[in-house]
């Protein structure tokens, strides 16, 4: 919203406050002013000019050839095609060079043939009114060579104030509530608003039916004579609509803008001529009632809007727009001024419902100061009486039905709210601002300890209703700015840690650091097209009502699928890759809140490698960073399944590979035996081409975090005491059908090396020609160690012998290394 | 034999004399000195001399050997040295080469930020706090003193949640008892001052740093999804000199530095008083594109908690006050790195990942 200082300056003295400190005191006071203009800047370079010599063009009926003197040296020559151009006349002058408000800079010119140094300004093109009749006429006795500004003191600072930094204060939508602020701020008088002191004796006949009064509860009609049609508002009137961007019309239409932008107070004129009946019914909207806006737009109704209805039908969307039908125009000869209060709810729903906020409708759902229905009436009257002397007030205005703010006494304590706010205040600097701002005082005994506070009608409505609003008053116009920072006093104790949350941070420091992984954030929401890819129904989804892009209305399960859809992008520059994400997942539970889980998810993409299997596979890469995780939870014993989890395991992996997946399952021995834990995999085959990622291994992993955090919490991992004599490192290959599975052959090897196998370690897997067909060969280090002696050859030997039984058992052999 | 000799020990000393590098010596230790080397075959055939020629023989071969041995140490520390002095010189090394590319990994920017506050908050006895994304309508609102009828309700800023088919039919029902209770994207971090408040009860020191969700079309500056971080006191005698110091705080851990700071109004319905924190602009001194050219940037909204969201969680108003305040977290992160689109926050983009190394 725009403030004009000099419109607020004729309620309240600014002569000497700098429009910028003005600006910061309203931001530090009320609401944020966010920016500051000078009206009229534009016009910096427009001087007055005056034309010493006029004559015709010799080319050009409609044009004449000037000489203008502005000031500044020689005349120059102008060519100007306005009608009332004429010898001795002053005008405002823009000299060769000039950046005019449209933005067009004046050159040097020659108009058929003549040259022109300089444009004569219609108050059009000075963006100063509608009137583009002729060229702006000066007073005769302007001098030359002054600022045009200067001359019409058009200058006018304007202060920009974010509308919603107002919501919460009905009294700030005019500039009257801007006086009263600023006065109660700098401590000055408030000027009162000049308004009609008497309506005419006699009361309007005309009938006002309030046939909704929810909706509204007061209605007043005012009719007026206007002598003669409508003309243009003087100037003086035309300078502070523009002044605040609002486009003079016509001076009934401008004088209702006037009222609205002091005082806050929509009103609207009818032409009481077209007004059948005339009367007023204020009622609901019939369901689907179509009514055209003066904008030409057919709108089409339901039952909680508000319409204003004549005898024969829908004339005004009530307190959003008048109709098209009865407005006012040229041949206007009668009007009835509606000023009314209406619901603010209602006209909230209406203008939002069909997009259509106006200034009135901005104003109507703050909860208006039911009182400013009438005010608003006699201060149009007031200003009637000079804009358009001729026009007359055919009677008192009929005012129907009843509105009012409510009373409210409420109770300021000095002391508690000078604690409450830092603020050493005594009781008397915290009256003085809120009398000057309208509320009444009473000490409410003779201690003084606290005072009755009455608040005026225009903060009644909602904004000043407990007695914590008056410490938000007393402490704003104290200044907040003046409050000091204390420590508080508390009891020094450990805060709670929540444990998932703990856990969540080691890992996602082990991932990184340990792991070189790339910590992500993905979107919670998921496009429809995942519960199909998943293979899910859309019911096993929370999903949402009203989703930010149509479509993508599936809240995800767990972040695998959105951490999935940041692989593509990445791939374009970054042949491989590692994220991950702790993240909530939602599905739909057993009431309307969805079940959350916490998960940590991570996905990884390399190109692919020759085997698909074993440690330096994607695979076998998914498989240790799960285990790797879990033993720092700490775990050191857990179950390990191939496939996917059951049906009735707690976390299940749509996006996992059937046949390439692991399932981690908590151990037997622990309290939470055989829950799922992990799921580590491939990407499913299906989504791989779905994502169009068949180019590359994808793997992934899911943790609970909650289940693992259930299992471990408290636990330290246990120290193990070094062993004290050397080991035995032995190299073994094995030769074995590949139908032999890694596990079995892992297991026979263990059972071979017994209590001295320390340490297992699989490092190469090979099938070639060489080994026959359908042969692989698995080669390990063994490490070999006893606690109570070194070990010799010949226990060497005896393993050997041992593993190429259990080789010849698995139906292959034991290969020389 | 005599001569043999004395020709080994000349052709060895030359070669020792010649050699530029320690192999090369190794060649003349195997060749002549090792086991089967031409002065210890030589001295081996010595059991073929007659006996009285032996002990001279033996002597003189020993001499040889001696001799040879000493030349090769010699020659040995000689190359050694010089190879010594040469690294010295810094001969043959390029220490401009560069080494391998780390092996990288990162926490999130939104990361590292958030738990640099939470560690801050945590040594001040705040606990960290965390509340569902997927929040009762409610929590989001009424509890927060933002009645039905607010503005700030609307569906145009609040996503919500479908009820799910099993429940339509009772909360249909729910809704005509006027109990509905409807399921949104929390908005606000605010919501977990309600849970807190609930769970906990006062005294309660509490900051929740989150995910909040608003239905608004991206662009550079603007999300659906973004990060917040609540932080909240209730207890007895809490007031607004004490949120001012909790709000400087927060700032000086995250810029590192004492920043002025100024209290404005504000108008947040959960609040009353309500205010806007400005800090004097950490990246200039006299104006910049980031304040705007005012020297002051709105860093953080806050206020006390307004009575009837301390009476919506059970606590007595008249008892207990406490301040709320509210820290855009993603905007912290944009602010403090210089991130130029929002939208980099959550793309997952490796290129963006990169540049925060933890
Ligand atoms: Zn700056």
């Keep these: ?817 | 034999m005599r001569e043999r000799l004395e020709e080994l020990r000349r052709e060895a000393l030359a070669i020792v004399a010649e050699a530029g590098e320690e192999a090369r010596l190794r060649e003349v230790e195997v060749r002549f000195l090792g086991r089967n080397g031409e002065i210890t075959g030589l001295l081996r055939q010595l059991g073929s001399l007659p006996a009285d020629q032996r002990p001279a023989a033996g002597r003189e071969a020993n001499l040889v050997k001696a001799a040879l041995q000493e030349a090769l140490d010699q020659r040995r520390d000689q190359l050694q040295q010089a190879s010594l002095a040469r690294e010295l010189r810094g001969e043959g090394f390029d220490p401009t080469l560069p080494g391998p590319p780390p092996p990288a990994g990162a926490l999130h920017p939104l990361s590292q930020v958030q738990r640099r506050l939470e560690d801050l908050f945590s040594s001040m006895g705040f606990l960290v706090a965390d509340g569902p994304e997927v929040e009762w309508e409610s929590y989001n609102f009424d509890a927060l003193n933002i009645p039905p009828d607010h503005p700030a309700r609307e569906a145009q800023d609040t996503i919500f949640v479908r009820a799910p088919q099993a429940t339509a039919e009772a909360s249909a029902a729910a809704e005509s008892d006027g109990k509905a209770d409807g399921v949104v994207l929390r908005s606000h971090t605010s919501t977990v001052q309600i849970r807190a408040l609930k769970k906990h009860g006062p005294p309660l020191r509490v900051v929740a740093p989150g995910r909040v969700f608003r239905q608004e079309a991206q662009d550079a500056t603007h999300e659906h999804t973004f990060h917040q971080m609540e932080g909240l006191v209730v207890d007895r005698g809490v007031g607004v000199a004490h949120m001012l110091h909790a709000m400087n705080s927060l700032l000086e851990g995250l810029f590192g530095r004492k920043l002025e700071t100024r209290l404005r109004p504000g108008f947040f319905p959960f609040v009353e008083p309500g205010f806007e924190l400005d800090a004097r602009c950490p990246f200039c001194d006299s104006g910049c594109r980031v304040c705007k050219g005012s020297t002051w940037i709105e860093l953080m909204p806050g206020g006390l908690v307004h009575p009837n969201v301390l009476e919506a969680c059970d606590v007595d108003p008249e008892v207990y006050s406490g301040y709320a305040f509210g820290l855009g977290l993603s905007r912290v992160v944009m602010l403090s790195y210089g991130i130029d689109d929002i939208r980099w926050l959550l793309s997952g983009d490796l290129r963006f990942l990169r540049q925060f190394p933890s």
Excluded at chain 1, 333 to 350: D, G, K, N, Y
Aim: with cysteine; glycine share 8%; proline share 7%.
């Design chain 1, 1 to 817: 919203m725009k403030i004009s200082l000099n419109w607020v300056g004729e309620f309240v003295d600014l002569d000497d406050q700098d429009p910028a400190q003005v600006a910061e005191l309203l931001s530090l006071h009320t609401a944020e002013v966010e920016g500051l203009e000078v009206f009229g800047d534009n016009l910096r370079e427009v001087v007055v000019g005056e034309v010493v010599e006029c004559g015709r063009h010799p080319q050009a009926d409609k044009l004449s050839v000037t000489r203008v003197a502005f000031g500044a040296g020689e005349t120059v020559q102008v060519v100007c095609g306005a009608p009332n151009v004429r010898q001795g006349l002053k005008v405002a002058f823009a000299p060769v060079g000039t950046v005019l408000p449209g933005g067009l800079k004046l050159k040097k010119a020659k108009l058929r043939g003549e040259l022109s140094m300089g444009m004569i300004c219609s108050a059009q093109e000075l963006e100063l009114s509608e009137d583009h009749q002729g060229i702006l006429e000066l007073q005769p006795e302007a001098k030359v060579g002054q600022p045009l500004i200067e001359h019409l003191a058009l200058a006018d600072p304007v202060l920009e104030l974010d509308n919603k930094s107002l919501t919460h204060r009905p009294d700030l939508w005019g500039h009257y509530g801007f006086a009263r602020e600023l006065a109660a701020i700098l401590q000055r008088p408030l000027k009162p608003l000049p308004v009609l002191a008497d309506w005419p004796e006699a009361q309007s006949e005309i009938p006002i039916h309030l046939l909704d009064p929810e909706g509204c509860p007061l209605y007043l009609g005012l009719p007026v004579e206007l002598g003669g049609r409508p003309s243009p508002s003087p100037e003086w009137l035309q300078r502070r609509l523009l002044a605040v961007g609002q486009r003079p019309l016509s001076d009934i239409v401008d004088l209702t803008n006037f009222v609205l932008l002091e005082l806050g107070q929509p009103t609207h004129a009818f032409d009481l001529d077209r007004l059948s009946g005339p009367e007023i019914q204020v009622r609901a909207a019939e369901e689907g009632e179509v009514l055209t806006t003066l904008d030409g737009q057919p709108r089409s109704l339901q039952a909680q809007d508000l319409v204003i209805a004549d005898g024969s039908g829908g004339v005004a969307l009530a307190g959003v727009m008048g109709g098209g039908e009865t407005e006012v125009g040229d041949s206007t000869e009668r009007i009835l001024l509606e000023s009314a209060v209406f619901h603010p709810v209602r006209i909230r729903r209406t203008s939002k419902r069909l997009a259509l906020r106006t200034e009135a409708s901005s104003r109507f759902e703050k909860s208006l100061d039911p009182a400013l229905a009438e005010q608003a009436l006699q201060r149009f009257a007031y200003l009637l009486a000079k804009v358009r002397p001729q026009a007359r007030l055919m009677a008192a205005p009929a005012k129907t039905g009843q509105a009012a703010a409510p009373q409210r006494r409420l109770q300021l304590e000095p002391a508690k709210t000078s604690a409450l706010l830092g603020l050493p205040l005594q009781a008397e600097e915290m009256l003085r601002p809120l009398q000057a701002l309208g509320f009444q005082t009473e000490a409410k005994d003779e201690s003084r300890q606290a005072y009755w506070v009455e608040v005026p009608s225009w903060r009644a409505t909602k904004d000043v209703t407990l007695d914590i609003d008056l410490v938000e008053e007393v402490g704003r116009l104290a200044g907040y700015h003046r409050i000091e920072a204390v420590p508080l006093r508390a009891p020094v104790e450990a805060p709670w840690k929540d444990p998932v949350r703990n856990l969540a941070r080691r890992l996602c420091d082990r991932m990184a650091g340990t792991h070189h992984g790339f910590e992500s954030q993905a979107y919670s929401f998921l496009d429809q097209r995942w519960a199909k890819r998943l293979n899910l129904p859309l019911e096993a989804f929370a999903r949402l009502q009203n989703p930010v892009q149509e479509g993508v209305d599936l809240v995800r399960r767990d972040p695998i699928p959105s951490l999935l859809e940041q692989v593509p992008a990445n791939l374009l520059e970054n042949e491989r890759g590692l994220l991950f994400e702790c993240a909530k997942g939602y599905q739909p539970g057993n009431g309307p809140l969805p079940e959350e889980r916490i998960w940590f998810g991570a996905v990884a993409w390399s190109p692919k490698s020759k085997t698909e299997d074993g440690p330096e596979s994607m695979f076998g890469r998914m498989r240790s960073l799960t285990e790797d995780l879990l033993r720092c939870a700490p775990l050191d014993d857990w179950q390990v399944q191939t496939g996917l989890p059951s049906k009735q395991d707690a976390l299940q992996a749509p996006w996992a590979h059937p046949s390439q997946s692991l399932c981690w399952h908590s151990s037997p021995k622990t309290k939470d035996a055989g829950r799922i834990l992990a799921v580590s995999a491939m990407l499913d085959p299906q989504l791989r081409e779905e994502l169009s990622l068949e180019n590359v291994a994808v793997g992934l992993f899911l943790l609970d975090l909650a289940a693992l955090t259930q299992l471990c919490e408290g636990r330290l991992p246990r120290f193990e005491s070094p062993a004290r004599f050397p080991a035995i490192k032995v190299d073994v290959a094995l030769a074995l059908p590949v139908t032999v599975a890694y596990d079995q052959v892992e297991k026979a090897l263990r059972e071979a090396g017994g209590k001295l196998l320390e340490d297992l370690r699989l490092f190469d897997i090979f099938q070639g020609a060489s080994l026959g067909e359908g042969i692989r060969s698995l080669a390990f280090h063994a490490t070999l160690r006893s606690a109570s002696k070194t070990l010799s050859e010949k226990d060497e030997q005896k393993f050997l012998k041992r593993v190429e039984a259990a080789a010849q058992r698995l139906g292959g052999n034991l290969r020389s290394c």
